[in-house]
Each structure stands twice: as structure tokens, then as C-alpha cells.
């Protein structure tokens, strides 16, 4: 039966998300886990977002508006750009994906750093064609090699800034001149999820690059500050041809009804994201005043997660924490043996990472000694 399978998908390996809390609650039959593993917000929509969901619920066996006009109308007027740039999806995923779709030929090539976001390499193999994948210099993109890897068949760069899961930038005069560097008719897409937490002054936003010589899309998301995961909705702003293209092949109502209302909601709370991107601060400055105190090594981090060198197998420290109750990411998955990647909580389950992740190390490291 595997015949029956198109030919090109058995390179394409399956994304694994991180656990539910619930499934591993389950499974291990503990109670107050908490999860640190999928870069979400520890906090859930604001007050008044919720409150323009549950309005919604009551219009659920309507279809949702096909085209997501009044969001794509707020983001538009929030962004001052036209509202034929803007195109709405489930989750940046989608756009990613769909982007793939009206640009790419089985010839053609992308190019990407690495590690970064583990779908691109996905969404390039599907269409059949290759990803050049150059990787980080120092944790970063090395624009200048991604420059170079450039040929006559690279149709699509993925910039991903921050990166994930390294949560480096590259800054403004590096993509200014990697921007002047590169052939006109290659699109950049500029993957920017976490870009409200960046308190960099030195960061660039890919909009800056719309009106360039290069074709740019520049995709954002609901699912990271605003607290949104759940409901996926993310949004790119690109040039009308691509925006056309994309309508063609997406989903007909690929956003749902009550992820609109919230999205749309939400970008009236703009106070209330900087304070989350505060909180996100301070949490990354706890976590590395505590990695510091255990002499532990970890990459500075621009996003809501950090890449920690814990020292100890990180197959089994991970595996450990999940018994404990806490549900984070192993490193090697992303090319990082020993390192976990932890998402910034609460406060309290800040506190609590650290303290089972104490625990978690003396354990193994005396199993290692015996």
C-alpha cells in the first residue's frame, strides 16, 4: 500500500508538538503540570478578547466570512498598509504553507538557515523542491552565507527573527545589506512570531523591506504574546500578486468565526501586549540569573523561550521533568545535544523549573558518576 503514497512525502518527517498537559497528566496520573515546551503564552487572552469570543458563540452555525474582511481591515489600518497586502491564516503555518504552494516548482530551490523553524523544510519538500539550509554562525543567521547560497533556481529566503529555536536576531544593517545583496526577483519572507517581545533597538521589522526591490512577505501571529494559540490565526503582509495567488489555494473559511473576533479584539490591547512582553523580560532575566548560579551556559534569547546547555543527556533529563510535572523541549531535535528549550512561564512556574531542573541534574549526574 505504501505505492499508493506520492512519491517526494518519505523525506518529510512528522512535526512533533510538545505534550498537552492534560495527556500527560494522563499518562503519568500526576496533576499540576505545567508546560514549558511550545513557546505559548503562560497567560490566555485578555479579559476583553474573551468576552468578544463568547459573542461569537452564540453565530456558530453560521460559516465564518470567508475572506476574514474585518480583521484583514483592522490590521491594515493598524499596520497603514492596503488591505489588498493582507492575507489571513490558520496560524502562520498555513500562510507558510500556502506560500510554498504559489511559488514554488519542483525545480525551484528555498533557502533557510539552521536550525530554524522546523516547518520550512517541510513546506519546501512538499512542492518537490529543495531547501538550501545554511547554518547559524555563532547562533545566528549568517546572512551573508544565505547571500551566497542564493541561485538561479532560489525562489523564497525564510528569515525567521527572531530565529527559533535559537531566539537570536539578525539586526537592521545586517538584513539592509543582505537585502542589497540578493538578486530582485527572489521573495524574502520574514517570519517575525515573536516579534512584540524583542526590546532590541537594533531589530528590524520586515516591513521596512515591503517597498523594496524584492518581492517581501512578512508573517505575524496571534498564537505567541497575544495569548492565542489555540485559536490560530496569523497574518502576512505581502505583495498583491502573492495575496491572490494564496487565495486561489487556501481553505475556503480557513479561519475560524470566534478566532476572528478574538483576533480582532486583540489589536485593540495594545498596552496590555507590552506588558506581556515585559513580563517576558523579566522572566528570561530570572531563568538566566538562575543558570548563571548553576554554572550552566545558554544562548541570550529575543522571544519567550531559551536555549539552555543543561550538561546532562537531555533525552532523559526532559523525560524526568515530565514525571515531575514539567513538560519542556529536548535540544537534539533542534541539532542542541544537551540543551533543553524552555519556554518563559509565570513566575511561579519560572521558579519551578528551576527547582525540579536542579533536581533532574543532581540525579543524573550521579548516575553518571556511578
Known amino acids: 500500500m505504501d505505492s499508493l503514497i506520492r512519491r517526494g512525502l518519505e523525506d518529510i518527517k512528522p512535526y512533533e508538538p510538545g505534550r498537552p498537559i492534560s495527556l500527560v497528566e494522563k499518562e503519568l496520573g500526576i496533576t499540576k503540570a505545567i508546560k514549558l515546551a511550545s513557546n505559548e503564552s503562560p497567560y490566555g487572552p485578555f479579559p476583553e478578547v474573551i468576552e468578544a469570543m463568547k459573542a461569537e458563540l452564540s453565530n456558530l452555525n453560521r460559516y465564518p466570512d470567508g475572506g476574514s474582511t474585518f480583521l484583514r481591515e483592522k490590521i491594515a489600518e493598524k499596520l497603514d ?22 511559488l514554488l516548482n519542483p525545480e525551484d530551490e528555498a533557502v533557510a538557515a ?7 523544510p517541510t513546506v519546501v519538500k512538499l512542492m518537490n523542491a529543495k531547501l538550501i539550509e545554511v547554518p547559524l554562525k555563532a547562533h545566528r543567521h549568517d546572512l551573508q ?18 530565529n527559533n529555536p535559537t531566539g537570536t536576531i539578525v539586526t537592521k544593517g545586517e538584513v539592509d545589506s543582505f537585502m542589497e545583496s540578493i538578486p530582485d526577483k527572489v521573495v524574502v519572507v520574514f517570519d517575525e512570531a515573536y516579534y512584540e517581545l524583542v526590546r532590541d533597538e537594533s531589530y528590524p521589522s520586515g516591513l521596512d523591506y515591503i517597498n523594496g526591490k524584492n518581492p517581501v512577505v512578512v508573517l505575524r501571529t496571534f498564537s505567541k504574546v497575544h495569548g492565542l494559540a489555540g485559536c490560530r490565526v496569523g497574518y502576512g503582509i505581502a505583495p498583491d500578486f502573492i495575496v491572490e495567488a494564496v487565495n486561489k489555494v487556501r481553505e475556503p473559511f480557513n479561519v475560524n468565526s470566534v478566532g476572528q473576533a478574538a483576533a480582532i479584539r486583540s489589536l485593540d490591547c495594545e498596552d496590555k501586549v ?9 522572566g528570561l532575566r530570572y531563568l538566566y540569573s538562575e543558570f548563571e548560579r548553576l554554572g550552566l ?33 529536548s535540544g537534539d531535535i533542534f541539532g542542541y545535544p544537551n540543551y533543553l528549550r524552555v519556554t518563559v512561564g509565570t513566575p511561579d512556574e519560572n521558579a519551578r523549573f528551576i527547582a525540579e531542573l ?8 550521579e548516575g553518571a558518576l556511578r
Open 358 to 365: 536542579e533536581g533532574v541534574r543532581k540525579t543524573l549526574l
Open 145 to 162: 552565507a544565505m547571500s551566497d547560497a542564493i541561485t538561479k533556481r532560489t525562489k523564497i529566503v525564510f528569515i525567521c527573527n527572531p
Open 114 to 120: 539552521s536550525p530554524s523553524f522546523i516547518v520550512y
Open 81 to 102: 498598509v492596503p488591505l489588498k497586502n493582507i492575507m489571513v491564516g490558520h496560524g502562520s503555518n498555513e500562510l507558510l504553507r500556502l506560500i510554498a504552494n504559489v
Open 274 to 282: 507590552e506588558e506581556r512582553s515585559r513580563l517576558n523580560y523579566e
Open 297 to 329: 551556559k545558554y544562548i541570550p534569547s529575543h522571544a519567550n523561550f531559551v536555549l539552555v546547555d543543561i550538561g546532562v543527556n537531555d533525552r532523559l533529563a526532559s523525560k524526568e521533568l515530565m514525571k515531575r510535572g514539567v513538560i519542556v523541549r
